[in-house]
């Protein structure tokens, strides 16, 4: 049986539905719906076809040999995103209804994003960051779940919120960071359940896990298990591996701690029961037993008399601005109650999203492009469906409309504008039940009004005004019971649904008494008093109170609803479309009639139709010409004509290519600014027309390419457009139209099917490779170059340096020779001197004596000074100055030759 549905023939419903389950009993839940991927729930863990085997067996760039898988579309998306096909930024979109699996296959989209891009990171340092970021990443999955996933009817880990997690990846294809966009909690599910339903895990696995001593501290007994009495065994396990993530991700042992005193305060206000005064007019008051009142007092860090008051009493502002207390009914209490449940725990999951944020996301300047995943809650249909479900059933339209709009109705028109022969293929258009619901006469827009009216919310009346206005809308169902109803139907593109305004207003309306607000604030708690600020709020509880009032639910809803829309039109988007096969997870059953409701919602047969003819791969002649013509010979491409080229758009090219790492980006850098430069990004709706006219040259240039790769052997080319060498010529072809194996020319594009768009990749890395061989051997070549000059400055100056200090201390050294010398002769002399023996005179003997003394020692120093300067002193003028007496005369005359010599 073949994997992909466009080879089925004949191309009926039957026949799609035979093959889908004839590999759903093969074991093979993956199958490929042309430009889509159908993945069948199995109901069951198959843990070898996600091991880290095959992670690597896709990452290898093989998928499209491989069997379908959902690591295949997560490759096909690092694809694109790696060769810079326009738009850069990819959206994997995981859609289905509730239990068909869209959780476990983002959780899986995750882990091979993560796993294939840590593979790029080859410093150890950049290893272990990266390891660090990924693994951040994948911890805040089982977060996200543990605080916003619950079990419902149809599935026992379904997401009670909208994520749309965006991956941030640099220029080398490496995760840097991560971002979290959350959308609509289900914040009644805090207070309420369905039969044989739970409230959200978290719950479950703080009263599973959590330490028998902090267990009594929190005040968790019996009476809470009893509250939470659908505990299972996998709840304390489940309980560890959230706490490890939250401490991988973060969040400390204190946060933690307030976190889950936090949850027992809810657990807690959920256990206050109230009972009704005698008389029956009299207002409400706690029950005798206010432990569990102390309880949630104490975790909340207040003290029982102002959650008492909080709880039982409301207060009224007159004209004049003064405030009323006001007890309340059991009912009002009941309500009061619940609502400062529900505010607490919605404030601490949008707390908990933003701590990740803060923690995971990188700043603008460290990434460059993105791989969103899109995890939303399935089309729902229960037996009581409120405004939940409205909201929920109103997103899934919404991407059933991107989805028609950006592939099935897009698609059609492109392949009509291009001029390809295509029999019109019929789909079912949405947009009228769109309309409905968030028109500007729409469900949403009289709910808004209904609220905006401030009176007593009546269902009835609200029922009654949407019946009066929408009756018409052929998509419109009325009930059939009475005008006391509150009941209206919608009929969406996956089914009937029944709607019941009992609630719709309160829940729209999302109204926080101010008091609970200022009572929160006053808690002798630093967290609770974060919290009960999330708001961002400084104004007083009036100013609060109007802005609450004026931003609805359903208005805030459509505002991030409509920013998600813009962000995917924005991106290439990648489809999964998950499929339950029965409504009892059996995995043995193949349920034909629900699969087949659920192909004909997804528009199955329409996408394989419109693929068995498509072309997914879409481009402008600007955009294929400044992408591939480095295909064309050097003397081709050497005659192209240069276009004019701004210099903002030249500016930004070279920064772009040159802040590139890669191969491909020096390369694309250095051939590119010399042929033709890269146009500009192209729309992302393919269906725009677009702007300027295709020329014939950049027509011609364009075949010139297909010639010269992909060969237009397969086509009829009219003989006098091509010269004798065979390649194209001539402005004829500019309303000429070729079409080749895979391959098709059109009116303002070349539509390029997956196979022909992949080699032409090839040969563009191959002959960028080869270029980028040439240049860095012509680098290395003036390196080295470079490198022997500078050998040759480094000798002479190396030569000169040791030359000079040769002669510095040669200079050195000589000096000391001439110093020892002068030592060794001063020596010399006095020895010489100390052998000359003094006359005595008989007269005055010791006078005499002692003056030839003196006369010897001055000429000794004499003869040392001038022995060393070489300056001849006359001896007998400085004998004179020493001993100018003439009685020394006599013994003058008995000097040593030799000493008078060497003086004189």
């Known amino acids: 049986?073949?994997?992909?549905?466009?080879?089925?023939?004949?191309?009926?419903?039957?026949?799609?539905?035979?093959?889908?389950?004839?590999?759903?009993?093969?074991?093979?839940?993956?199958?490929?719906?042309?430009?889509?991927?159908?993945?069948?729930?199995?109901?069951?863990?198959?843990?070898?076809?996600?091991?880290?085997?095959?992670?690597?067996?896709?990452?290898?760039?093989?998928?499209?040999?491989?069997?379908?898988?959902?690591?295949?579309?997560?490759?096909?998306?690092?694809?694109?995103?790696?060769?810079?096909?326009?738009?850069?930024?990819?959206?994997?979109?995981?859609?289905?209804?509730?239990?068909?699996?869209?959780?476990?296959?983002?959780?899986?989209?995750?882990?091979?994003?993560?796993?294939?891009?840590?593979?790029?990171?080859?410093?150890?340092?950049?290893?272990?960051?990266?390891?660090?970021?990924?693994?951040?990443?994948?911890?805040?999955?089982?977060?996200?779940?543990?605080?916003?996933?619950?079990?419902?009817?149809?599935?026992?880990?379904?997401?009670?919120?909208?994520?749309?997690?965006?991956?941030?990846?640099?220029?080398?294809?490496?995760?840097?960071?991560?971002?979290?966009?959350?959308?609509?909690?289900?914040?009644?599910?805090?207070?309420?359940?369905?039969?044989?339903?739970?409230?959200?895990?978290?719950?479950?696995?703080?009263?599973?896990?959590?330490?028998?001593?902090?267990?009594?501290?929190?005040?968790?007994?019996?009476?809470?298990?009893?509250?939470?009495?659908?505990?299972?065994?996998?709840?304390?396990?489940?309980?560890?591996?959230?706490?490890?993530?939250?401490?991988?991700?973060?969040?400390?042992?204190?946060?933690?701690?307030?976190?889950?005193?936090?949850?027992?305060?809810?657990?807690?206000?959920?256990?206050?029961?109230?009972?009704?005064?005698?008389?029956?007019?009299?207002?409400?008051?706690?029950?005798?037993?206010?432990?569990?009142?102390?309880?949630?007092?104490?975790?909340?860090?207040?003290?029982?008399?102002?959650?008492?008051?909080?709880?039982?009493?409301?207060?009224?502002?007159?004209?004049?601005?003064?405030?009323?207390?006001?007890?309340?009914?059991?009912?009002?209490?009941?309500?009061?109650?619940?609502?400062?449940?529900?505010?607490?725990?919605?404030?601490?999951?949008?707390w908990i999203v933003d701590f990740i944020n803060k923690t995971i996301c990188a700043s603008e300047k460290k990434w460059s492009h993105f791989i969103g995943l899109l995890d939303v809650y399935g089309f729902e249909n229960f037996q009581v469906n409120s405004l939940e479900q409205l909201c929920i059933n109103y997103a899934n339209e919404r991407l059933q409309q991107l989805y028609v709009a950006s592939f099935l109705r897009a698609e059609q028109e492109v392949y009509l504008d291009e001029g390809l022969e295509l029999e019109p293929v019929g789909f079912a258009d949405n947009r009228p039940c769109v309309d409905l619901i968030s028109g500007r006469v729409g469900v949403f827009s009289l709910l808004d009004e209904e609220c905006r009216l401030n009176r007593n919310p009546c269902p009835v009346t609200l029922c009654h005004r949407v019946v009066s206005n929408l009756s018409k809308h052929k998509q419109f169902l009325v009930s059939s019971e009475t005008n006391q109803s509150v009941v209206f139907g919608i009929r969406h593109y996956a089914g009937t649904v029944l709607y019941c305004t009992t609630h719709f207003l309160d829940k729209n309306q999302d109204y926080i008494p101010p008091q609970m607000v200022e009572s929160m604030k006053s808690s002798e708690s630093d967290f609770v008093r974060e919290i009960s600020g999330e708001d961002g709020s400084n104004q007083g509880s009036s100013s609060m109170l109007s802005q609450r009032r004026a931003r609805?639910?359903?208005?805030?809803?459509?505002?991030?609803?409509?920013?998600?829309?813009?962000?995917?039109?924005?991106?290439?988007?990648?489809?999964?479309?998950?499929?339950?096969?029965?409504?009892?997870n059996d995995p043995t059953r193949f349920d034909r009639e629900k699969v087949l409701q659920q192909l004909r919602a997804c528009g199955v047969q329409e996408t394989i139709q419109i693929s068995r003819h498509g072309y997914p791969v879409k481009m402008n002649y600007s955009d294929f010409v400044g992408r591939y013509s480095v295909l064309l010979p050097n003397k081709s491409r050497k005659s192209l004509p240069k276009p004019v080229v701004t210099v903002t758009e030249q500016t930004q090219v070279c920064s772009k290519h040159q802040s590139s790492k890669t191969l491909r980006g020096i390369a694309m850098n250095q051939i590119q600014r010399s042929s033709l430069s890269r146009s500009k990004r192209r729309s992302s709706n393919f269906a725009r027309k677009p702007q300027a006219t295709t020329d014939a040259g950049t027509k011609n240039i364009a075949l010139m390419i297909i010639h010269n790769t992909l060969g237009v052997t397969s086509v009829s080319i009219p003989i006098h457009t091509l010269n004798k060498e065979n390649k194209p010529q001539g402005s004829e072809l500019s309303d000429t139209q070729f079409t080749g194996n895979g391959y098709h020319l059109g009116h303002h594009r070349v539509l390029l099917k997956e196979d022909q768009a992949k080699y032409l990749e090839d040969c563009v890395t191959r002959r960028l490779a080869a270029c980028a061989s040439c240049i860095q051997l012509r680098w290395r070549f003036m390196k080295h170059k470079e490198h022997g000059r500078k050998m040759v400055s480094a000798i002479h100056i190396q030569a000169a340096f040791r030359g000079w200090s040769c002669r510095q201390s040669w200079k050195k050294q000589l000096g000391a020779v001439h110093v020892i010398q002068s030592y060794w002769r001063t020596w010399k002399l006095r020895r010489q001197m100390y052998k000359v023996k003094p006359l005595r005179c008989e007269t005055d003997g010791s006078s005499i004596f002692t003056a030839s003394i003196i006369h010897l020692s001055a000429d000794r120093g004499i003869a040392s000074r001038h022995a060393l300067f070489d300056a001849p002193v006359r001896f007998i003028v400085h004998l004179n100055s020493v001993l100018p007496s003439a009685r020394c005369l006599p013994y003058i005359l008995h000097v040593p030759k030799g000493l008078m010599a060497a003086t004189v």
């Open 1 to 350: 049986m073949s994997h992909d549905l466009t080879s089925v023939s004949p191309l009926t419903e039957e026949q799609v539905l035979s093959a889908l389950q004839a590999r759903y009993e093969q074991g093979d839940i993956y199958t490929t719906a042309g430009f889509t991927l159908i993945a069948m729930n199995p109901c069951r863990s198959i843990p070898e076809i996600y091991s880290d085997d095959r992670i690597s067996s896709y990452s290898e760039d093989k998928y499209d040999e491989l069997p379908p898988h959902i690591f295949a579309v997560a490759e096909k998306a690092l694809g694109n995103m790696n060769r810079n096909l326009q738009p850069v930024n990819q959206s994997i979109v995981v859609s289905g209804e509730s239990g068909a699996g869209k959780t476990w296959t983002a959780r899986n989209l995750m882990r091979y994003l993560t796993a294939t891009t840590s593979k790029l990171s080859k410093r150890r340092e950049s290893l272990a960051l990266v390891s660090s970021i990924e693994q951040q990443v994948l911890d805040s999955n089982p977060i996200l779940e543990a605080f916003g996933n619950a079990v419902t009817v149809h599935n026992d880990n379904s997401s009670r919120f909208g994520k749309y997690i965006q991956l941030q990846l640099n220029r080398c294809g490496k995760i840097v960071g991560a971002s979290i966009r959350t959308y609509l909690l289900e914040k009644v599910r805090v207070v309420k359940q369905g039969p044989e339903e739970r409230s959200y895990h978290i719950f479950y696995q703080m009263l599973a896990g959590l330490p028998q001593t902090d267990t009594k501290a929190l005040g968790l007994d019996n009476t809470a298990m009893m509250m939470y009495n659908q505990t299972r065994t996998p709840d304390g396990a489940l309980y560890s591996a959230t706490t490890a993530a939250l401490t991988r991700v973060g969040f400390t042992s204190n946060v933690q701690k307030n976190i889950f005193t936090l949850l027992a305060a809810i657990v807690h206000l959920n256990s206050i029961k109230f009972e009704q005064s005698v008389p029956a007019h009299r207002p409400s008051r706690c029950t005798p037993v206010h432990q569990e009142l102390k309880d949630a007092a104490s975790c909340l860090g207040v003290t029982e008399r102002v959650l008492t008051s909080c709880l039982v009493t409301s207060q009224l502002m007159t004209g004049n601005g003064e405030a009323i207390n006001k007890l309340c009914t059991v009912s009002e209490a009941e309500w009061r109650r619940d609502c400062l449940a529900k505010a607490i725990y919605e404030r601490l999951f949008q």
């Open 552 to 584: 609805t639910v359903v208005s805030k809803f459509k505002g991030s609803l409509e920013g998600l829309m813009n962000t995917l039109s924005s991106t290439t988007v990648q489809y999964i479309r998950c499929i339950r096969p029965n409504a009892r």
